[in-house]
């Protein structure tokens, strides 16, 4: 089953607005992460948040987690037309050497120029 | 930053060939590495967790004798298609976790296989 759900599917937006988008999970995480891919490329890592952490920001992304909710959002600021991308986020249950990485469907981001 | 290359980047190979795809940590020791499949505009599953020195944990539902991976030295995994068929045609990714960057997994660029 799923673990990550994201929504909306896919966003379209302008330049310079600002992008969130949303995901949820089932069950209990260890942290959980957000990543961006190219159009048939690799993953990037963007940026991870722990269990125990609400909020964590880097540069332009902003990520917040609620894990009463089980949810988690990601906000890019003042988007440009390089952000288009899939986002996926991921959890983690544990971080052992092992430990697997669950993703969510993704998000298509189109951002206007 | 730590970087996993992946090879081939793309590969075109006829029904019932074999095919190798090289994942390899660049700058760090994986002990650990991942093997996922994605299908167009879908998420990434996870086939396999491929060990160092032991054998590939696979999920359920993998064929480990159709998806034959190695795991021989602790920058090197190899994932084998063999005897490939059409619905073998996907985007094929391995990840690693390098342990210095705080449980971020590094990805490769992906191999698009195309059975013909």
């Known amino acids: 089953s799923q673990q990550g759900e994201e929504d909306p599917q896919a966003l379209s937006i302008q330049e310079g607005e600002n992008a969130t988008m949303n995901c949820s999970y089932k069950t209990s995480i260890n942290n959980l992460q957000w990543y961006r891919q190219n159009s048939g490329r690799g993953l990037v890592h963007l940026i991870l948040i722990r269990s125990n952490e609400r909020e964590k920001h880097s540069g332009r992304l902003r990520v917040t987690l609620d894990t009463s909710k089980k949810s988690s959002s990601l906000l890019i600021t003042a988007s440009r037309a390089a952000d288009t991308a899939s986002y996926f986020c991921?959890?983690?249950?544990?971080?052992?050497?092992?430990?697997?990485?669950?993703f969510g469907k993704g998000i298509t981001l189109s951002v206007r120029p | 930053g730590a970087v996993v290359s992946q090879h081939p980047s793309r590969v075109i190979c006829k029904s019932g060939t074999s095919v190798k795809i090289e994942c390899r940590s660049l700058d760090f020791q994986a002990t650990t590495m991942f093997w996922y499949r994605q299908f167009p505009k879908k998420s990434l599953m996870l086939m396999a967790t491929?060990?160092?020195?032991?054998?590939?944990?696979?999920e359920q539902g993998v064929e480990k004798d159709k998806f034959l991976i190695n795991h021989a030295s602790l920058t090197l995994s190899t994932l084998t298609v063999t005897s490939a068929h059409p619905e073998d045609s996907s985007f094929y990714i391995c990840s690693a976790r390098d342990w210095r960057t705080n449980y971020g997994y590094t990805f490769g660029s992906g191999t698009r296989l195309t059975v013909v």
């Open positions: 991921a959890t983690s249950q544990s971080t052992g050497a092992n430990s697997k990485l669950t």
């Open positions: 491929s060990n160092e020195g032991s054998k590939a944990t696979y």
